[in-house]
């Protein structure tokens, strides 16, 4: 008889993987504002596993920060652009195959990082505390974390540019 972690765990895992697959490729609808929403339902499932892993401040920082400011950010980014349906539909050969080379890149940098890396859980010693957490993140694993904080920065430029209005 499974035990209701193993039950919660493969429901939230699949309940990610799903919702992760149609905001990506959603069947039901071309509306971007669907695909945010699917997004929202993946990271809420994800902030169920961290707290089936007794990692409740990650599980708080991921509704609050990512469900709640950053899709704000990108439902105001999606609205204020007004895309409309045939400017979807094309494709940039170019930009495809950039964006290949891209994710191909952060893949292999990813199966580096993995293979070379200990286990996060080795190194704290309270299981889900802050305290720990946020001394190696600012010792240990600072360089990551200055870059994904620069990468943040480079993401609210862009969408302060995207944003703007061209004037005439």
């Given at each position: 008889?499974?035990?209701?972690?193993?039950?919660?765990?493969?429901?939230?895992?699949?309940?990610?993987?799903?919702?992760?697959?149609?905001?990506?490729?959603?069947?039901?609808?071309?509306?971007?504002?669907?695909?945010?929403?699917?997004?929202?339902?993946?990271?809420?499932?994800?902030?169920?596993?961290?707290?089936?892993?007794?990692?409740?401040?990650?599980?708080?920082?991921?509704?609050?920060?990512?469900?709640?400011a950053v899709m704000v950010l990108f439902?105001?980014?999606?609205?204020?652009?007004?895309?409309?349906?045939?400017?979807?539909?094309?494709?940039?050969?170019?930009?495809?195959?950039v964006g290949a080379i891209a994710v191909?890149?952060?893949?292999?940098?990813?199966?580096?990082?993995?293979?070379?890396?200990?286990?996060?859980?080795?190194?704290?010693?309270?299981?889900?505390?802050?305290?720990?957490?946020?001394?190696?993140?600012?010792?240990?694993?600072?360089?990551?974390?200055?870059?994904?904080?620069?990468?943040?920065?480079?993401?609210?430029?862009?969408?302060?540019?995207?944003s703007r209005k061209e004037l005439k």
């Amino acid at each position: 008889m499974p035990e209701l972690t193993d039950i919660l765990f493969y429901a939230f895992a699949g309940l990610t993987l799903l919702c992760g697959f149609l905001c990506v490729a959603n069947p039901f609808s071309r509306n971007p504002v669907t695909s945010a929403m699917f997004l929202v339902l993946t990271i809420i499932s994800m902030a169920g596993l961290y707290v089936l892993l007794h990692a409740f401040f990650l599980a708080a920082i991921q509704v609050l920060v990512y469900a709640g400011a950053v899709m704000v950010l990108f439902l105001f980014v999606i609205m204020l652009l007004d895309i409309r349906e045939e400017e979807r539909r094309k494709l940039n050969g170019a930009a495809v195959g950039v964006g290949a080379i891209a994710v191909g890149t952060l893949a292999g940098i990813l199966t580096r990082a993995l293979w070379h890396a200990e286990p996060l859980a080795k190194v704290a010693t309270s299981e889900g505390a802050t305290r720990p957490l946020g001394k190696i993140l600012f010792t240990q694993y600072l360089l990551p974390f200055e870059v994904l904080s620069i990468l943040l920065l480079v993401a609210m430029v862009g969408v302060i540019l995207l944003s703007r209005k061209e004037l005439k």
